[in-house]
């Protein structure tokens, strides 16, 4: 997922471990390629461009690769920073962030990852990831499967998250991605998901 949303990370705190389906095919319009920030604006996704990803032919998601033609980074970079440069925290995660970007790596795969790893990092939250040796079409005993559970289009019916303050608006906004949590509220963000 990039930039998860707030609710895989609280899913990741009630469990042992992260296991990451490695062998499924590219899903569009789904949280592999998008995420949501708040904006002055409202609620604002953000999508990084693939190659492949709008063909018929299925495509594993290790292969998709990202789109550097288009200037997304720019567009996503400048979103965010006006979307959360005065925010407490913005200051003390954005760097390593922006690391990530800068790498440009080629796969989305390995971009998610990355970023993955970098909030596991700030929160905290020590889960160690695995990846899964082959497609699983079912559930494994003892894993909450939530690849078609945490998407866009599926209001989570199940998450809870304490409410705190955002930067912009007087309604508190669900279902937005980890740096609007990291970016407000900093190292008591773990506290927000329990």
Known sequence: MYHPPIQFFAQAL???????????????????????????????????????????????ITEIEIDYSQKWYNVHWRTIQAAYGRAPYFE???????????RQPKYLFGLNVDLLRLYLKFLKLDRPIGFTDSYQTAQPEGVLD??????????????????????????????????????????????YLQ
């Open 14 to 60: 009630q469990s042992d471990g992260i296991l990451i389906e490695k062998h499924e095919n590219y899903v569009k319009q789904s949280y592999r390629n998008r995420c949501h920030v708040l904006t002055a604006q409202g609620m604002v996704p953000l999508s990084v461009p693939v190659l492949r990803g709008n063909s018929k032919d299925k495509t594993p």
């Open 92 to 102: 003390f995660y954005s760097d390593y962030i922006k690391e990530v970007y800068e």
């Open 146 to 191: 939530l690849r078609n559970r945490i998407h866009p289009k599926i209001i989570p019916d199940n998450l809870y998250v304490q409410t705190y303050t955002q930067v912009f608006g007087k309604q508190f906004v669900q279902d937005l991605s980890i740096i609007d949590l990291l970016f407000t509220q900093g190292p008591k963000s773990l506290s």
